[in-house]
């Protein structure tokens, strides 16, 4: 397949009518999206490093599409795709239940002044609408440098019952023996900014939250 043959850009039309993701992909291989994909460096580098899956990036400002756009047909990636809108309208109106293998969520804006804190992307809202798109221990990794998000990602997900944070071996936010997260993850593609944070000594807090089954959690 030609990569300048496919259309990249996922528009309304194509992702109303679409039945399954493999009349976009022409394959059966596992969906990961990526959440807020910028300017495309870690969804590229993730496409390229992983063949057997197919990419969804999600992201609505423009300069970063179109530099995506031209890191997909240089690489000459066959298994990426765009969708130019928000995230949430997204989730809402054009996924399915059980469709998704596996979110990145890179660095969302932390919104540090109390009065934004309504704005912050991970929130229950937004937990509880992907929750039931994800498949069966689907994953969700997120990555942030912000001290003040952490105890509020733990909290959001932890509090969920069908959600299980893989790096504790219990459920609870204030579990003594384990912090819920880990500072150095193995094989992880780094995105743009997480170099550009590493290179300047910041610390960065790596989550990885699974789906299961509400009963499954709930006899945790």
């Not at 031209?70 to 690489?75: F, G, P, R, S, T």
């Not at 929130?123 to 001290?147: C, H, M, Q, S």
């Not at 993850?185 to 989550?207: A, M, T, W």
Request: with cysteine; hydrophobic share 35%; net charge positive.
């Amino acid at each position: 397949m030609n990569i300048l043959d496919i259309e990249l850009d996922l528009n309304v039309d194509l992702l109303e009518k679409r039945k399954k993701w493999e009349e976009v992909f022409h394959n059966q291989n596992p969906v990961i999206v990526d959440m807020g994909s910028g300017k495309g460096h870690f969804l590229t580098e993730m496409a390229r490093a992983n063949p057997d899956k197919n990419f969804l990036g999600i992201e609505i400002y423009k300069k970063g599409l179109r530099k995506t756009k031209k890191k997909i047909q240089n690489m000459g990636l066959a298994n990426v795709r765009l969708i130019p809108f928000e995230i949430l309208f997204v989730l809402k109106n054009f996924f399915r239940p059980n469709e998704i293998k596996e979110v990145y969520i890179n660095f969302p804006d932390p919104w540090p002044k109390k009065r934004h804190w309504k704005r912050r992307f991970v929130n229950p809202t937004f937990i509880d609408t992907l929750y039931p798109l994800l498949k069966e221990k689907g994953r969700v990794n997120i990555a942030t440098d912000f001290e003040g998000y952490v105890p509020v990602i733990l909290k959001s997900f932890e509090d969920h019952p069908g959600f299980k944070n893989i790096f504790k071996s219990g459920n609870t936010l204030f579990d003594s023996n384990e912090k819920g997260y880990v500072n150095k993850p193995d094989n992880r593609v780094q995105s743009f900014y997480e170099k550009k944070y590493l290179k300047e000594g910041k610390l960065i807090h790596y989550f990885i939250f699974e789906k299961r089954g509400l009963k499954e959690k709930s006899c945790d």
